[in-house]
């Protein structure tokens, strides 16, 4: 069984007096029998990175630039984030994709740029509302992944894919374990296309409105690899109860 990865997302949440005893309340559990990460609002890294210092937590940002280096204010690259040993990078999340506009192509050169810096990049596909409703979660799922893929086959088995139905993130309303179950199972089919041996061993992790209640019955799900977790990773005791029903 792949060691499950639960991470973080705390979107634009957080402040230095939030951060700082959240921060200690998750390197006191540790160590854990899963793998665990904290992406945080760039500001913020410096001060996870040091709270996270010499353990095996882990931390990542929210989003990348497709670009090397230039005239792209505002952005911050993959190369960048990796000098300080960030080893994560959500890539393609609904909300960017939503109120940024990343299309499936842009996501692919994130995904390309992070894999390029040594940055695994969480990718993220999910289906609105619509789209479930007119029967069409299979088919969009697909279509952004395999950009994904189309672009970084040769490395495809270096990333992490999130499934995230958008109708779940940040509403309360979680998909059921076997609408997701059901969903990351096409992925893992996808990937097992693109990367034959190695997709088993590619991580899928499920994110919509994941919490301690709901944790166990998702993760244990067969092709359900871990979670990413956005309102619940910003307080300390249901992001300790999601870890540890990953750990089972
Ligand atoms: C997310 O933002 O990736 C997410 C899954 O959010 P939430 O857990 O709040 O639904």
Redesign the pocket.
């Known amino acids: 069984m792949t060691r499950k990865l639960v991470a973080g ?1 705390w ?1 634009m949440h957080g402040s230095r007096a939030a951060n700082e005893p959240l921060l200690a309340t998750i390197h006191q559990g540790r160590p854990y029998d899963c793998d665990v990460a904290v992406c945080a609002p760039f500001p913020y890294l410096a001060e996870v990175a040091l709270a996270f210092a010499g353990s095996e937590l882990r931390w990542g940002a929210q989003d990348c630039s497709s670009h090397e280096q230039g005239a792209y204010t505002g952005e911050v690259s993959a190369a960048m984030l990796a000098e300080f040993g960030c080893r994560y990078a ?1 890539v393609g ?3 960017r994709r939503q109120y940024h506009g990343e299309t499936d192509e842009a996501v692919a050169a994130k995904t390309a740029a992070a894999l390029a810096n040594g940055i695994t990049p969480i990718v ?1 596909v999910g289906e609105t509302l619509a789209q479930r409703e007119a029967g069409q979660t299979e088919e969009v799922v697909k279509r952004q992944l395999a950009a994904v893929i189309h672009v970084n086959g040769h490395c495809i088995s270096e990333i992490v894919v ?1 499934y ?1 139905p958008v109708w ?5 309303k ?1 998909a059921t374990p076997e609408q997701a179950q059901a969903v990351h199972a096409v992925l893992r089919a996808q990937l097992h296309h693109a990367a034959s041996e190695h997709a088993a061993a590619i991580k899928i992790l499920y ?5 301690a209640a709901n944790a166990a019955e998702l993760l244990a799900q067969a092709d359900i690899d871990g ?7 910003l307080k300390a005791p249901d992001f300790l109860q999601i870890i540890s029903a990953a750990a089972r």
């Open positions: 997302n979107k959500i999340h609904s909300e993220c999130a995230e779940a993130i940040g509403t309360g979680t994110g919509g409105s994941m919490n979670g990413l977790i956005g309102g619940a990773s």
